[in-house]
């Protein structure tokens, strides 16, 4: 596509400025209520970072109870559907009420595509697929729903559905808008409720106490799905969860990492972890006599990074603290063309995430600059502002 504007040392603070997300609540900082204010006509526009505020999301899930993360009631879980297939559903309009799973979905597409779960994936064996088609009911509103149970849990709380009947349990620790390493709860503590949800969609009178043999006959079918579906043992962690997920890391096998090309959005979990880590980013790139074009690294909230600006050809370092406090480290004017190696060294002040430290820039070798910056984010991506040629990154 066509070139963007190179950026001027002036107006890339600008940039910088106004592109900014909030990520202040995943980065262990509660940004104060008046600065929230002064943006609040930003949320739902491209310089918010979109999780709205949770007052909102929690009236937007009513008349049901709570919202996202709380898998004990359908504010957390009950989600709409709609299914569009002009060919093959006669009905227009209607509404269907029969209960459901996500997990259903893949299976009705199979169904209605006539195609076999698969048994083997490039010669991996596949575990069977859980769910039952929700095919069944395009062509008829009124008959019963083919899944008779479904269990749910999210970081302790949990609940589990049977004929028209919910029993839940919201785990009393964290709550949802709060961040951090919160306190461990006791599981046994925790409340069960009890809902007849084939009369009470919204979950409004808790019959737990009125009909206390269901209640036990729904906590006990709980316990035998979890078993089942490898649920336990229940873990009410969040950040230490996510960390220790189990998923492949390559932190644990190397410290260094080459990208090629024009690479732009590697999220979190696929990119080098430089959270509290000293680490070095080295860029192999060539400028043209006219000057160059501008590289980085960064996130969308362009929390890190370093670019090259033509009017005044310079390296800058910028630490964007979620747009609540920015540190800027330039190098002095450089005079290099051709192929050239660009790139800065950081070096932390604690082995721990948020905490500040030292950048050095340098251009061939060659120390032409450094500056301090008081805090880091400690969630981000890789990715980019315009164009982006290959760096090295070793992490240590």
Known sequence: GPRQPILSSKNFTDLVRESAERNTS???YIEP?????QRIDTVGGPKANNNYP??????GSSPMQWLKQ???HFGGTRNGLVVSWPNGIEGRDELRSQFHH???IVLTILELAKVRQPKSVNGVLQKPMDGVSIAYSFSDAEIPSKRRKQYFEMMGRRAVYSDGWVAGARHLGRLPWQYG??????FDKDVWELYHVENDFSQANNLAESNPEKLQQLVELWWSEAGRYNVL???DRLGERMRDSGRPDPLKTSNTFTFYGEVRGIPEGGAPNLKGRSHRITANVVIPEEGPRNFGHSGRTIRRVHVLCSRQLCLFYVQNFVGLERYTVQSTSLEVRGECKLGVEFIVDQNKPGTGGTATLFANGQRVGSGRTDCAVTVFDVGSHEY???YRHDSR
């Open 70 to 72: 709380v898998a004990s």
């Open 388 to 390: 982006r040629p290959g």
């Open 54 to 59: 949770a007052g909102w999301a929690w009236a």
């Open 233 to 235: 043992p229940l873990d």
């Open 26 to 28: 995943t980065n262990g």
């Open 102 to 104: 996500c997990i259903d």
């Open 33 to 37: 209520v008046e600065s929230q204010i």
């Open 181 to 186: 390493y919160a306190p461990r709860a006791p």
